[in-house]
Protein backbone atom coordinates (compact mmCIF):
# COMPACT_ATOMS: atom_id res chain seq x y z
CA UNK A 1 0.00 0.00 0.00
CA UNK A 2 3.19 2.30 0.18
CA UNK A 3 2.55 3.41 -3.70
CA UNK A 4 -0.86 4.34 -2.70
CA UNK A 5 0.12 6.87 -0.34
CA UNK A 6 1.62 8.75 -2.94
CA UNK A 7 -1.78 10.33 -4.14
CA UNK A 8 -2.51 11.45 -0.89
CA UNK A 9 0.09 14.61 -1.30
CA UNK A 10 -2.52 17.02 -2.05
CA UNK A 11 -4.43 16.29 1.43
CA UNK A 12 -1.37 16.88 3.84
CA UNK A 13 -2.96 19.53 5.08
CA UNK A 14 -6.46 17.88 5.96
CA UNK A 15 -4.94 14.85 6.92
CA UNK A 16 -2.59 16.81 9.08
CA UNK A 17 -5.79 18.70 10.59
CA UNK A 18 -7.21 15.71 11.13
CA UNK A 19 -4.39 14.10 13.29
CA UNK A 20 -4.64 16.88 15.58
CA UNK A 21 -8.23 16.58 16.18
CA UNK A 22 -7.77 13.23 16.94
CA UNK A 23 -4.87 13.72 19.56
CA UNK A 24 -7.37 16.30 21.11
CA UNK A 25 -9.99 14.20 21.22
CA UNK A 26 -8.11 11.45 23.23
CA UNK A 27 -6.44 13.57 25.21
CA UNK A 28 -9.98 14.67 26.14
CA UNK A 29 -11.38 10.96 26.80
CA UNK A 30 -8.00 10.08 28.71
CA UNK A 31 -8.78 12.95 31.01
CA UNK A 32 -12.36 12.45 31.62
CA UNK A 33 -12.50 9.30 34.13
CA UNK A 34 -9.45 11.57 36.50
CA UNK A 35 -11.98 13.91 36.93
CA UNK A 36 -14.97 11.60 37.25
CA UNK A 37 -12.76 10.04 39.96
CA UNK A 38 -12.35 13.28 41.36
CA UNK A 39 -16.07 13.62 41.86
CA UNK A 40 -16.48 10.81 43.64
CA UNK A 41 -14.23 10.52 46.00
CA UNK A 42 -13.85 14.83 46.72
CA UNK A 43 -17.34 15.76 45.76
CA UNK A 44 -20.00 12.33 46.80
CA UNK A 45 -18.23 11.28 49.57
CA UNK A 46 -17.11 14.49 51.28
CA UNK A 47 -20.64 15.64 49.87
CA UNK A 48 -19.11 19.03 48.35
CA UNK A 49 -21.79 19.59 46.32
CA UNK A 50 -20.40 23.02 44.68
CA UNK A 51 -17.29 20.77 43.82
CA UNK A 52 -19.28 18.52 42.29
CA UNK A 53 -20.82 20.87 39.91
CA UNK A 54 -17.39 22.94 39.26
CA UNK A 55 -16.28 19.74 38.25
CA UNK A 56 -18.91 18.69 36.75
CA UNK A 57 -19.30 21.23 34.30
CA UNK A 58 -15.38 21.47 33.74
CA UNK A 59 -15.82 17.80 32.82
CA UNK A 60 -19.07 18.62 30.03
CA UNK A 61 -16.88 21.60 28.16
CA UNK A 62 -13.90 18.72 27.95
CA UNK A 63 -16.77 16.03 26.36
CA UNK A 64 -18.27 19.11 24.43
CA UNK A 65 -14.64 20.09 22.75
CA UNK A 66 -13.93 16.51 22.07
CA UNK A 67 -17.09 15.78 20.39
CA UNK A 68 -16.42 18.72 17.81
CA UNK A 69 -12.94 17.35 17.51
CA UNK A 70 -14.64 13.89 16.61
CA UNK A 71 -17.10 15.48 13.99
CA UNK A 72 -15.03 17.64 12.81
CA UNK A 73 -12.28 14.70 12.28
CA UNK A 74 -14.43 12.62 11.03
CA UNK A 75 -15.66 15.03 8.11
CA UNK A 76 -12.47 15.71 7.19
CA UNK A 77 -11.49 12.13 6.97
CA UNK A 78 -14.47 11.42 4.91
CA UNK A 79 -13.60 13.98 2.23
CA UNK A 80 -10.07 13.39 1.95
CA UNK A 81 -10.75 9.43 1.75
CA UNK A 82 -13.18 10.30 -1.04
CA UNK A 83 -10.78 12.73 -2.79
CA UNK A 84 -8.37 9.90 -2.48
CA UNK A 85 -10.55 7.73 -4.76
CA UNK A 86 -11.33 10.14 -7.29
CA UNK A 87 -7.52 10.84 -7.49
CA UNK A 88 -6.61 7.17 -8.09
CA UNK A 89 -9.84 6.00 -10.26
CA UNK A 90 -8.73 8.95 -12.58
CA UNK A 91 -5.02 7.94 -12.47
CA UNK A 92 -5.86 4.56 -13.19
CA UNK A 93 -8.39 4.91 -16.07
CA UNK A 94 -6.15 7.31 -17.63
CA UNK A 95 -3.26 4.89 -17.20
CA UNK A 96 -5.00 2.00 -18.78
CA UNK A 97 -6.10 4.80 -21.85
CA UNK A 98 -2.41 4.53 -22.64
CA UNK A 99 -2.34 0.37 -23.06
CA UNK A 100 -2.17 -1.21 -26.35
CA UNK A 101 -4.17 -4.31 -26.82
CA UNK A 102 -1.50 -6.41 -25.69
CA UNK A 103 -2.39 -5.04 -21.88
CA UNK A 104 -6.00 -5.63 -21.94
CA UNK A 105 -5.16 -8.76 -23.50
CA UNK A 106 -2.56 -9.25 -20.52
CA UNK A 107 -5.30 -8.45 -17.69
CA UNK A 108 -8.65 -8.72 -19.10
CA UNK A 109 -11.56 -6.46 -19.30
CA UNK A 110 -13.47 -8.06 -16.70
CA UNK A 111 -10.73 -7.50 -14.05
CA UNK A 112 -9.76 -3.76 -14.98
CA UNK A 113 -13.42 -3.01 -14.19
CA UNK A 114 -13.17 -4.29 -10.49
CA UNK A 115 -9.70 -3.00 -10.20
CA UNK A 116 -10.86 0.65 -10.54
CA UNK A 117 -13.91 -0.11 -8.80
CA UNK A 118 -14.21 -2.42 -5.94
CA UNK A 119 -10.29 -2.69 -5.38
CA UNK A 120 -10.32 1.60 -5.39
CA UNK A 121 -13.62 1.61 -3.12
CA UNK A 122 -11.69 -1.39 -0.72
CA UNK A 123 -8.35 1.34 -0.25
CA UNK A 124 -10.64 3.93 0.42
CA UNK A 125 -12.61 2.34 3.31
CA UNK A 126 -9.38 1.46 4.76
CA UNK A 127 -8.29 4.80 4.68
CA UNK A 128 -11.36 6.45 6.39
CA UNK A 129 -10.44 3.88 9.14
CA UNK A 130 -7.19 4.44 9.28
CA UNK A 131 -7.36 8.45 9.61
CA UNK A 132 -9.97 8.65 12.19
CA UNK A 133 -7.86 5.08 14.14
CA UNK A 134 -4.12 4.98 13.32
CA UNK A 135 -3.51 8.09 16.08
CA UNK A 136 -6.95 7.76 18.28
CA UNK A 137 -6.54 3.93 18.83
CA UNK A 138 -2.58 3.79 19.97
CA UNK A 139 -3.03 6.74 21.86
CA UNK A 140 -6.34 5.67 23.48
CA UNK A 141 -4.41 2.02 24.43
CA UNK A 142 -0.60 3.34 25.24
CA UNK A 143 -2.73 6.47 27.11
CA UNK A 144 -4.96 4.48 28.73
CA UNK A 145 -2.40 1.77 30.22
CA UNK A 146 -0.21 4.91 31.74
CA UNK A 147 -2.91 6.48 33.69
CA UNK A 148 -4.35 2.93 34.69
CA UNK A 149 -0.83 2.41 35.93
CA UNK A 150 -0.83 5.82 37.61
CA UNK A 151 -4.03 4.83 38.89
CA UNK A 152 -2.72 1.70 40.62
CA UNK A 153 0.10 -0.31 39.53
CA UNK A 154 -0.52 -3.76 41.36
CA UNK A 155 -3.63 -3.79 39.92
CA UNK A 156 -2.37 -3.22 36.17
CA UNK A 157 -0.61 -6.54 36.17
CA UNK A 158 -4.35 -7.81 35.20
CA UNK A 159 -3.50 -6.09 31.92
CA UNK A 160 -0.22 -7.95 31.41
CA UNK A 161 -2.00 -10.89 31.28
CA UNK A 162 -5.10 -9.66 29.10
CA UNK A 163 -3.15 -7.80 26.35
CA UNK A 164 -1.06 -10.27 24.95
CA UNK A 165 -3.97 -13.19 25.18
CA UNK A 166 -6.08 -10.22 23.02
CA UNK A 167 -2.53 -9.44 20.55
CA UNK A 168 -1.98 -13.36 19.56
CA UNK A 169 -5.61 -13.18 19.15
CA UNK A 170 -5.80 -10.46 16.65
CA UNK A 171 -2.12 -11.83 15.30
CA UNK A 172 -3.80 -15.19 14.31
CA UNK A 173 -7.00 -14.51 12.96
CA UNK A 174 -5.71 -11.50 10.47
CA UNK A 175 -2.53 -14.39 9.54
CA UNK A 176 -5.41 -16.88 8.95
CA UNK A 177 -7.78 -14.03 7.35
CA UNK A 178 -5.14 -12.78 4.46
CA UNK A 179 -4.64 -15.58 1.82
CA UNK A 180 -8.57 -15.60 1.63
CA UNK A 181 -9.19 -11.99 0.81
CA UNK A 182 -6.64 -12.31 -2.11
CA UNK A 183 -8.29 -15.30 -3.64
CA UNK A 184 -11.80 -13.38 -2.90
CA UNK A 185 -11.22 -10.33 -5.41
CA UNK A 186 -9.63 -13.31 -7.58
CA UNK A 187 -13.19 -15.05 -7.50
CA UNK A 188 -14.82 -11.49 -7.47
CA UNK A 189 -13.19 -11.18 -11.08
CA UNK A 190 -14.39 -14.26 -12.05
CA UNK A 191 -17.51 -12.78 -11.06
CA UNK A 192 -17.53 -10.22 -13.00
CA UNK A 193 -16.30 -11.59 -16.34
CA UNK A 194 -19.29 -14.19 -16.38
CA UNK A 195 -21.81 -11.33 -15.46
CA UNK A 196 -19.98 -9.43 -18.20
CA UNK A 197 -20.51 -12.28 -20.82
CA UNK A 198 -23.92 -13.22 -20.08
CA UNK A 199 -25.23 -9.67 -20.48
CA UNK A 200 -23.14 -8.67 -23.33
CA UNK A 201 -23.84 -11.92 -25.57
CA UNK A 202 -27.84 -12.01 -24.24
CA UNK A 203 -28.79 -12.24 -27.87
CA UNK A 204 -26.40 -15.10 -28.58
CA UNK A 205 -27.51 -17.02 -25.58
CA UNK A 206 -31.23 -16.57 -25.87
CA UNK A 207 -30.88 -17.66 -29.81
CA UNK A 208 -29.09 -20.72 -28.51
CA UNK A 209 -31.15 -21.31 -25.67
CA UNK A 210 -28.29 -21.63 -23.09
CA UNK A 211 -30.04 -19.64 -20.84
CA UNK A 212 -29.78 -22.05 -18.28
CA UNK A 213 -26.26 -23.09 -18.59
CA UNK A 214 -25.35 -19.54 -18.26
CA UNK A 215 -27.35 -19.14 -15.45
CA UNK A 216 -25.06 -22.50 -14.05
CA UNK A 217 -22.16 -20.73 -14.78
CA UNK A 218 -22.82 -17.59 -12.55
CA UNK A 219 -24.29 -19.90 -9.69
CA UNK A 220 -20.71 -21.51 -9.45
CA UNK A 221 -18.86 -18.42 -9.71
CA UNK A 222 -21.51 -16.74 -7.18
CA UNK A 223 -21.39 -20.15 -4.81
CA UNK A 224 -17.33 -20.04 -5.37
CA UNK A 225 -17.44 -16.40 -4.26
CA UNK A 226 -20.05 -16.79 -1.30
CA UNK A 227 -17.94 -20.31 -0.11
CA UNK A 228 -15.06 -18.37 -0.12
CA UNK A 229 -16.57 -14.71 1.73
CA UNK A 230 -18.01 -16.79 4.35
CA UNK A 231 -15.56 -18.75 5.80
CA UNK A 232 -13.26 -15.66 5.64
CA UNK A 233 -16.58 -13.52 7.66
CA UNK A 234 -16.29 -16.59 10.25
CA UNK A 235 -12.71 -16.24 10.87
CA UNK A 236 -13.07 -12.51 11.24
CA UNK A 237 -16.44 -12.85 13.32
CA UNK A 238 -14.36 -15.14 16.16
CA UNK A 239 -12.61 -11.74 16.39
CA UNK A 240 -15.37 -9.82 18.72
CA UNK A 241 -16.79 -12.49 20.45
CA UNK A 242 -12.85 -13.34 21.66
CA UNK A 243 -12.74 -9.54 22.43
CA UNK A 244 -15.93 -9.07 24.58
CA UNK A 245 -15.44 -12.10 26.56
CA UNK A 246 -11.58 -11.00 27.29
CA UNK A 247 -13.57 -7.64 28.31
CA UNK A 248 -15.88 -8.72 30.15
CA UNK A 249 -13.21 -11.22 32.45
CA UNK A 250 -10.86 -8.43 32.44
CA UNK A 251 -13.59 -6.19 33.99
CA UNK A 252 -14.49 -8.66 36.69
CA UNK A 253 -10.92 -9.74 37.34
CA UNK A 254 -10.49 -5.70 37.93
CA UNK A 255 -13.44 -5.20 40.09
CA UNK A 256 -12.32 -8.45 42.44
CA UNK A 257 -9.12 -7.17 43.15
CA UNK A 258 -10.16 -3.92 43.06
CA UNK A 259 -12.17 -4.22 46.11
CA UNK A 260 -9.98 -5.63 48.18
CA UNK A 261 -7.63 -3.00 47.61
CA UNK A 262 -10.14 -0.83 48.59
CA UNK A 263 -11.16 -2.90 51.78
CA UNK A 264 -7.48 -2.49 52.43
CA UNK A 265 -7.40 1.38 52.11
CA UNK A 266 -4.86 1.46 49.00
CA UNK A 267 -7.30 2.27 46.71
CA UNK A 268 -10.07 4.78 46.65
CA UNK A 269 -13.81 4.14 44.80
CA UNK A 270 -13.01 6.79 42.34
CA UNK A 271 -9.91 5.52 41.16
CA UNK A 272 -11.49 2.27 40.82
CA UNK A 273 -14.15 3.52 38.50
CA UNK A 274 -11.36 5.57 36.77
CA UNK A 275 -9.18 2.38 36.34
CA UNK A 276 -12.27 0.58 34.70
CA UNK A 277 -12.87 3.18 32.54
CA UNK A 278 -9.35 2.94 31.41
CA UNK A 279 -9.11 -0.53 31.28
CA UNK A 280 -12.59 0.25 28.85
CA UNK A 281 -10.93 2.42 27.23
CA UNK A 282 -7.54 0.21 26.05
CA UNK A 283 -10.05 -2.54 25.43
CA UNK A 284 -11.86 -0.75 22.87
CA UNK A 285 -8.48 0.61 21.28
CA UNK A 286 -7.56 -2.99 20.73
CA UNK A 287 -11.28 -3.62 18.84
CA UNK A 288 -10.49 -0.91 17.57
CA UNK A 289 -7.07 -1.91 15.97
CA UNK A 290 -8.53 -5.30 15.61
CA UNK A 291 -11.60 -3.84 12.77
CA UNK A 292 -8.13 -2.48 11.32
CA UNK A 293 -6.69 -5.64 11.05
CA UNK A 294 -9.62 -6.63 9.00
CA UNK A 295 -9.61 -4.29 6.86
CA UNK A 296 -6.09 -3.84 6.01
CA UNK A 297 -5.52 -7.57 5.01
CA UNK A 298 -8.01 -6.77 1.97
CA UNK A 299 -7.25 -3.63 1.24
CA UNK A 300 -3.17 -4.27 1.40
CA UNK A 301 -4.83 -6.94 -1.40
CA UNK A 302 -6.45 -4.31 -3.45
CA UNK A 303 -3.93 -1.90 -3.20
CA UNK A 304 -1.48 -4.66 -4.70
CA UNK A 305 -3.78 -5.43 -7.78
CA UNK A 306 -4.04 -1.50 -8.14
CA UNK A 307 -0.44 -0.97 -8.07
CA UNK A 308 -0.13 -3.95 -10.98
CA UNK A 309 -2.33 -1.79 -13.90
CA UNK A 310 -0.18 0.82 -12.27
CA UNK A 311 3.53 -0.79 -12.90
CA UNK A 312 2.29 -1.96 -16.01
CA UNK A 313 4.35 -0.07 -18.63
CA UNK A 314 2.52 0.08 -22.01
CA UNK A 315 4.46 -1.82 -25.14
CA UNK A 316 3.88 1.12 -27.64
CA UNK A 317 5.18 4.42 -26.18
CA UNK A 318 5.23 7.79 -28.01
CA UNK A 319 9.27 9.33 -28.83
CA UNK A 320 10.46 11.91 -26.83
CA UNK A 321 9.76 14.42 -29.91
CA UNK A 322 7.80 13.10 -32.59
CA UNK A 323 8.51 13.64 -35.98
CA UNK A 324 5.81 15.79 -38.37
CA UNK A 325 5.13 14.47 -41.70
CA UNK A 326 6.29 15.96 -45.01
CA UNK A 327 3.89 18.06 -47.38
CA UNK A 328 2.41 14.48 -48.24
CA UNK A 329 -0.78 13.49 -47.20
CA UNK A 330 -2.31 10.28 -47.05
CA UNK A 331 0.44 7.94 -48.23
CA UNK A 332 0.87 5.01 -46.60
CA UNK A 333 3.57 2.50 -47.17
CA UNK A 334 4.05 -1.12 -45.83
CA UNK A 335 7.55 -2.33 -45.90
CA UNK A 336 8.11 -6.02 -45.31
CA UNK A 337 6.15 -6.04 -42.20
CA UNK A 338 5.70 -8.83 -39.86
CA UNK A 339 3.24 -9.31 -36.59
CA UNK A 340 2.95 -12.08 -34.30
CA UNK A 341 0.71 -11.87 -31.66
CA UNK A 342 2.35 -12.23 -27.81
CA UNK A 343 3.09 -16.37 -27.21
CA UNK A 344 1.81 -17.24 -30.83
CA UNK A 345 3.50 -19.74 -32.30
CA UNK A 346 3.07 -19.08 -35.89
CA UNK A 347 2.97 -14.74 -37.30
CA UNK A 348 -0.51 -13.82 -38.37
CA UNK A 349 1.39 -11.63 -41.01
CA UNK A 350 4.73 -11.86 -42.83
CA UNK A 351 6.83 -9.87 -45.27
CA UNK A 352 3.56 -7.75 -46.30
CA UNK A 353 4.98 -5.02 -48.70
CA UNK A 354 2.62 -2.56 -50.50
CA UNK A 355 2.03 1.34 -50.31
CA UNK A 356 -1.41 3.02 -50.49
CA UNK A 357 -2.01 6.74 -52.12
CA UNK A 358 -4.44 9.59 -52.19
CA UNK A 359 -6.95 9.23 -54.77
CA UNK A 360 -6.62 5.56 -54.93
CA UNK A 361 -8.63 2.70 -53.20
CA UNK A 362 -6.59 -0.50 -51.78
CA UNK A 363 -8.75 -3.14 -50.93
CA UNK A 364 -7.66 -6.11 -49.12
CA UNK A 365 -9.94 -9.53 -49.31
CA UNK A 366 -8.48 -12.76 -48.36
CA UNK A 367 -9.82 -16.11 -46.39
CA UNK A 368 -11.05 -16.52 -42.85
CA UNK A 369 -8.19 -15.80 -41.03
CA UNK A 370 -5.66 -15.10 -43.37
CA UNK A 371 -4.80 -11.89 -41.85
CA UNK A 372 -6.94 -8.72 -42.61
CA UNK A 373 -7.65 -7.25 -39.57
CA UNK A 374 -5.02 -7.55 -38.30
CA UNK A 375 -2.99 -5.66 -41.12
CA UNK A 376 -5.23 -2.79 -40.49
CA UNK A 377 -4.64 -2.89 -36.63
CA UNK A 378 -1.19 -2.04 -37.43
CA UNK A 379 -1.94 1.31 -39.35
CA UNK A 380 -3.17 2.97 -36.77
CA UNK A 381 -0.89 1.07 -34.40
CA UNK A 382 -3.39 -0.33 -31.96
CA UNK A 383 0.09 -3.18 -32.08
CA UNK A 384 3.78 -2.46 -32.72
CA UNK A 385 5.09 -4.47 -35.79
CA UNK A 386 7.19 -7.16 -35.12
CA UNK A 387 9.54 -6.69 -38.63
CA UNK A 388 9.71 -3.97 -40.62
CA UNK A 389 8.00 -0.69 -40.91
CA UNK A 390 5.09 1.19 -41.97
CA UNK A 391 5.11 4.42 -43.16
CA UNK A 392 2.47 7.23 -43.25
CA UNK A 393 3.41 10.37 -45.17
CA UNK A 394 6.98 8.82 -45.51
CA UNK A 395 7.40 8.94 -41.33
CA UNK A 396 7.37 5.13 -39.66
CA UNK A 397 4.36 5.32 -37.35
CA UNK A 398 6.73 4.33 -34.30
CA UNK A 399 8.67 7.80 -34.68
CA UNK A 400 5.26 9.42 -34.42
CA UNK A 401 3.15 10.46 -31.60
CA UNK A 402 -0.07 8.29 -31.44
CA UNK A 403 -2.05 11.18 -31.39
CA UNK A 404 -1.05 12.65 -34.42
CA UNK A 405 -0.80 9.47 -36.05
CA UNK A 406 -4.31 8.65 -35.16
CA UNK A 407 -5.49 12.42 -36.22
CA UNK A 408 -5.29 11.42 -39.59
CA UNK A 409 -6.95 7.96 -39.68
CA UNK A 410 -10.55 7.82 -40.05
CA UNK A 411 -11.28 4.01 -38.72
CA UNK A 412 -14.79 2.45 -39.04
CA UNK A 413 -13.61 -0.88 -37.43
CA UNK A 414 -15.42 -4.70 -38.22
CA UNK A 415 -17.35 -4.54 -35.29
CA UNK A 416 -19.74 -1.28 -35.21
CA UNK A 417 -19.31 0.56 -31.73
CA UNK A 418 -21.69 2.99 -30.62
CA UNK A 419 -22.32 5.06 -27.04
CA UNK A 420 -25.13 5.61 -25.11
CA UNK A 421 -26.66 9.21 -26.12
CA UNK A 422 -28.21 10.85 -28.97
CA UNK A 423 -27.39 9.99 -32.88
CA UNK A 424 -26.04 13.42 -33.03
CA UNK A 425 -23.76 12.64 -30.19
CA UNK A 426 -21.90 9.41 -31.65
CA UNK A 427 -22.12 10.93 -34.94
CA UNK A 428 -20.14 14.15 -33.65
CA UNK A 429 -17.42 11.82 -31.94
CA UNK A 430 -15.58 11.46 -34.78
CA UNK A 431 -15.31 15.76 -34.60
CA UNK A 432 -17.05 17.40 -31.98
CA UNK A 433 -16.94 20.41 -33.41
CA UNK A 434 -18.64 19.72 -36.66
CA UNK A 435 -21.69 21.47 -37.64
CA UNK A 436 -24.65 20.43 -37.92
CA UNK A 437 -24.70 20.83 -41.57
CA UNK A 438 -21.30 18.61 -41.65
CA UNK A 439 -23.07 16.06 -39.70
CA UNK A 440 -26.02 15.58 -41.72
CA UNK A 441 -23.61 15.85 -45.07
CA UNK A 442 -21.41 12.85 -43.22
CA UNK A 443 -25.07 11.17 -42.45
CA UNK A 444 -26.13 11.61 -46.14
CA UNK A 445 -23.18 9.91 -47.50
CA UNK A 446 -23.15 6.81 -45.28
CA UNK A 447 -26.89 6.48 -46.56
CA UNK A 448 -28.26 7.17 -42.75
CA UNK A 449 -30.59 10.04 -43.12
CA UNK A 450 -33.83 7.55 -44.19
CA UNK A 451 -33.76 5.82 -40.89
CA UNK A 452 -32.05 8.80 -38.75
CA UNK A 453 -35.63 11.02 -40.36
CA UNK A 454 -38.17 7.97 -39.39
CA UNK A 455 -36.97 7.89 -35.91
CA UNK A 456 -39.12 9.74 -33.55
CA UNK A 457 -36.33 12.54 -32.36
CA UNK A 458 -34.41 12.46 -35.55
CA UNK A 459 -30.69 13.40 -34.70
CA UNK A 460 -31.66 13.79 -30.84
CA UNK A 461 -33.02 10.52 -30.98
CA UNK A 462 -31.42 8.20 -27.73
CA UNK A 463 -28.93 5.41 -28.41
CA UNK A 464 -28.90 2.82 -25.78
CA UNK A 465 -25.71 1.23 -24.64
CA UNK A 466 -23.89 -0.29 -27.56
CA UNK A 467 -26.63 0.75 -29.68
CA UNK A 468 -28.94 -2.19 -29.04
CA UNK A 469 -32.26 -0.31 -30.15
CA UNK A 470 -30.58 -0.42 -33.53
CA UNK A 471 -29.97 -2.68 -36.59
CA UNK A 472 -26.67 -3.72 -37.25
CA UNK A 473 -26.53 -2.05 -40.98
CA UNK A 474 -27.95 1.01 -38.75
CA UNK A 475 -24.81 0.85 -36.64
CA UNK A 476 -22.27 0.57 -39.12
CA UNK A 477 -23.93 3.31 -41.20
CA UNK A 478 -23.64 5.41 -38.50
CA UNK A 479 -19.87 4.36 -37.43
CA UNK A 480 -19.17 5.32 -41.26
CA UNK A 481 -20.66 8.52 -40.86
CA UNK A 482 -18.52 8.86 -37.65
CA UNK A 483 -15.49 8.37 -39.74
CA UNK A 484 -16.79 11.07 -42.63
CA UNK A 485 -17.34 13.82 -40.32
CA UNK A 486 -13.54 13.43 -38.98
CA UNK A 487 -12.77 14.17 -42.91
CA UNK A 488 -8.75 12.48 -42.34
CA UNK A 489 -6.53 11.80 -45.31
CA UNK A 490 -6.80 7.95 -44.72
CA UNK A 491 -10.55 5.94 -44.43
CA UNK A 492 -10.03 2.48 -43.29
CA UNK A 493 -13.32 0.56 -43.25
CA UNK A 494 -12.99 -2.67 -41.41
CA UNK A 495 -15.13 -5.21 -43.47
CA UNK A 496 -17.64 -2.40 -42.82
CA UNK A 497 -20.42 -2.84 -45.38
CA UNK A 498 -20.84 -6.60 -44.74
CA UNK A 499 -24.23 -5.91 -42.38
CA UNK A 500 -25.51 -3.50 -45.83
CA UNK A 501 -27.81 -5.41 -48.27
CA UNK A 502 -26.41 -5.26 -51.93
CA UNK A 503 -28.30 -1.86 -53.10
CA UNK A 504 -27.52 0.11 -50.10
CA UNK A 505 -23.74 -1.23 -50.46
CA UNK A 506 -23.45 -0.50 -53.65
CA UNK A 507 -25.24 3.59 -53.28
CA UNK A 508 -22.75 3.75 -50.21
CA UNK A 509 -19.72 3.20 -52.16
CA UNK A 510 -20.52 5.31 -54.61
CA UNK A 511 -21.43 8.37 -52.63
CA UNK A 512 -18.27 7.29 -51.15
CA UNK A 513 -15.48 8.02 -54.27
CA UNK A 514 -16.91 11.70 -54.92
CA UNK A 515 -16.67 11.88 -50.88
CA UNK A 516 -13.27 10.53 -50.24
CA UNK A 517 -11.39 11.99 -53.94
CA UNK A 518 -8.52 13.18 -52.47
CA UNK A 519 -7.90 11.20 -49.54
CA UNK A 520 -6.78 7.45 -49.24
CA UNK A 521 -8.87 4.65 -49.01
CA UNK A 522 -7.97 0.65 -47.36
CA UNK A 523 -11.43 -1.54 -47.75
CA UNK A 524 -11.57 -4.66 -45.83
CA UNK A 525 -14.10 -6.49 -47.32
CA UNK A 526 -15.89 -10.39 -47.82
CA UNK A 527 -17.47 -9.70 -50.43
CA UNK A 528 -16.00 -9.69 -54.34
CA UNK A 529 -18.28 -7.03 -55.47
CA UNK A 530 -17.11 -4.43 -52.92
CA UNK A 531 -13.64 -4.36 -54.14
CA UNK A 532 -14.06 -5.08 -57.77
CA UNK A 533 -13.26 -1.16 -58.76
CA UNK A 534 -10.64 -1.11 -56.43
CA UNK A 535 -7.45 0.49 -58.08
CA UNK A 536 -5.59 -2.12 -56.20
CA UNK A 537 -6.63 -5.30 -54.61
CA UNK A 538 -4.52 -7.23 -52.51
CA UNK A 539 -5.05 -11.50 -51.92
CA UNK A 540 -4.31 -12.36 -48.40
CA UNK A 541 -3.43 -16.02 -47.97
CA UNK A 542 -2.52 -17.25 -44.29
CA UNK A 543 -1.02 -14.16 -43.63
CA UNK A 544 1.27 -13.84 -46.73
CA UNK A 545 0.40 -11.77 -49.71
CA UNK A 546 -1.14 -14.29 -52.53
CA UNK A 547 -1.67 -11.04 -55.42
CA UNK A 548 -1.87 -7.51 -55.39
CA UNK A 549 -3.57 -5.97 -58.67
CA UNK A 550 -6.95 -4.81 -60.05
CA UNK A 551 -9.66 -6.88 -60.67
CA UNK A 552 -8.60 -8.27 -64.01
CA UNK A 553 -5.34 -9.06 -63.48
CA UNK A 554 -6.01 -10.77 -60.47
CA UNK A 555 -8.08 -12.75 -62.69
CA UNK A 556 -5.22 -14.09 -64.55
CA UNK A 557 -2.73 -14.22 -62.32
CA UNK A 558 -4.36 -15.13 -58.80
CA UNK A 559 -5.56 -18.80 -58.43
CA UNK A 560 -6.59 -17.63 -54.57
CA UNK A 561 -8.18 -14.70 -56.13
CA UNK A 562 -10.23 -16.65 -58.79
CA UNK A 563 -11.29 -19.36 -56.16
CA UNK A 564 -12.97 -16.37 -53.47
CA UNK A 565 -14.21 -14.99 -56.93
CA UNK A 566 -15.88 -18.06 -57.72
CA UNK A 567 -17.32 -19.19 -54.66
CA UNK A 568 -19.72 -15.39 -54.81
CA UNK A 569 -20.34 -14.94 -58.12
CA UNK A 570 -22.30 -17.16 -60.89
CA UNK A 571 -20.21 -17.05 -64.54
CA UNK A 572 -23.09 -14.18 -65.90
CA UNK A 573 -21.80 -12.03 -63.21
CA UNK A 574 -18.23 -12.77 -64.26
CA UNK A 575 -18.73 -12.20 -67.79
Known amino acids: MTRMFAFLTPFRWPIAAVLVLIFLQSLSDLYLPTLMADIVDKGIVEGDIPYIFRIGAFMLLVAAAGAICSVTASFLSAKTASGFGLGVRNRVFAHVENFSL ?78 LFKAMQIKLDRLNLVLREGLTGIRVIRSFNRIDHEQQRFQEANRDLTATATKVNRIMAAMMPIMMLVMNFSSMAIIWFGSNRISSGHMQVGDLMAFLQYAMQIMFSLIMMSMMFVMIPRASVSAVRINEVLDMTPTMTDPSEG ?26 ISDISFSASPGEITAIIGGTGSGKSTLISLIPRFYDVSGGSIRVDGVDVREMTQQDLREKIGLVPQKAVLFSGTIADNIRYGHEEAT ?83 ATVIIVAQRVSTVMDADRIIVLDEGGIAGIGNHKELMASSEVYREIVASQLSEEELS
Open 323 to 348: KRTDARKGYIEFDRVSFSYPGAEQPA
Open 436 to 518: DEEMRHAASISQATEFISAMPDGYDSIIAQGGTNLSGGQKQRLSIARALVRKPEIYVFDDSFSALDFKTDAKLRAALKSETGD
Open 102 to 179: QEFDKIGTASLITRTTNDITQVQQVLTMMLRMMISAPMMCIGGIIMAVNKDAKLSLVLVVVLPVLAAAIAIIASRGMP
